[in-house]
């Protein structure tokens, strides 16, 4: 099939489908796919869900590392430096060498780092912002009364 065929043939069922309202996902695509709630619920299984927890145990994991690699990333700075320094002091290339690895190393540190603040940041405010969509949604769906809602479906 070419792809001139197959586009047409896409575009045709897509015509052929209802195109209703879908709040909160899309039906499932074979009738025993996932629904909601687990539990047998008639409704389809949502396609964007936000577990708190879930986001909050792996926020804490990434603070956690981040905390162990200012300490830990950094162990051997000092004695590197100093033997750096007392190798070029000598005349040994091996110092210079030295020190552009443990720079290299410090580099890698940081930007270890801000990957691990930059992950635990993110799914903070990920977790309160959509706590605080989810409330706006609930609030303003309440305001709104059955009657209103059937006008959109003449």
Same mark, same amino acid.
């Given at each position: 099939?070419?792809? =001139?065929? =197959?586009?047409?043939?896409?575009?045709?069922?897509?015509? /052929?489908? &209802?195109?209703?309202?879908?709040?909160? !996902?899309?039906?499932?695509?074979?009738?025993?796919?996932?629904?909601?709630?687990?539990?047998?619920?008639?409704?389809?299984a949502p396609d964007y869900v936000v577990k708190r927890d879930d986001l909050g145990a792996i926020g804490h994991?990434?603070?956690?590392?981040?905390? !162990?690699?200012? &300490? !830990?990333?950094?162990? /051997?700075? +000092? $004695?590197? =430096?100093? /033997?750096?320094? /007392?190798?070029?002091?000598?005349?040994?290339?091996? !110092?210079?060498?030295?020190?552009? +690895?443990?720079?290299?190393?410090?580099t890698q540190v940081k930007s270890l780092m801000q990957a691990c603040a930059h992950i635990s940041n993110h799914?903070?405010?990920?977790?309160? &912002?959509?706590?605080?969509?989810? $409330?706006?949604?609930?609030?303003?769906?309440?305001?709104?009364? +059955?009657?209103?809602?059937? $006008?959109?479906?003449?």
């Open positions: 099939m070419s792809f =001139e065929d =197959e586009w047409r043939q896409l575009k045709e069922d897509a015509a /052929a489908k &209802s195109s209703g309202m879908r709040l909160n !996902g899309l039906p499932a695509m074979d009738p025993g796919g996932p629904r909601y709630p687990a539990s047998g619920g008639t409704a389809p994991d990434a603070f956690l590392l981040f905390n !162990g690699m200012e &300490s !830990g990333g950094k162990h /051997a700075k +000092v $004695e590197s =430096e100093a /033997a750096a320094a /007392a190798l070029k002091a000598e005349n040994f290339a091996m !110092g210079a060498a030295l020190a552009t +690895v443990n720079k290299t190393w410090e799914l903070d405010y990920t977790a309160k &912002s959509s706590k605080q969509d989810d $409330e706006w949604i609930e609030t303003d769906l309440k305001r709104i009364s +059955v009657s209103k809602l059937s $006008e959109y479906f003449k």
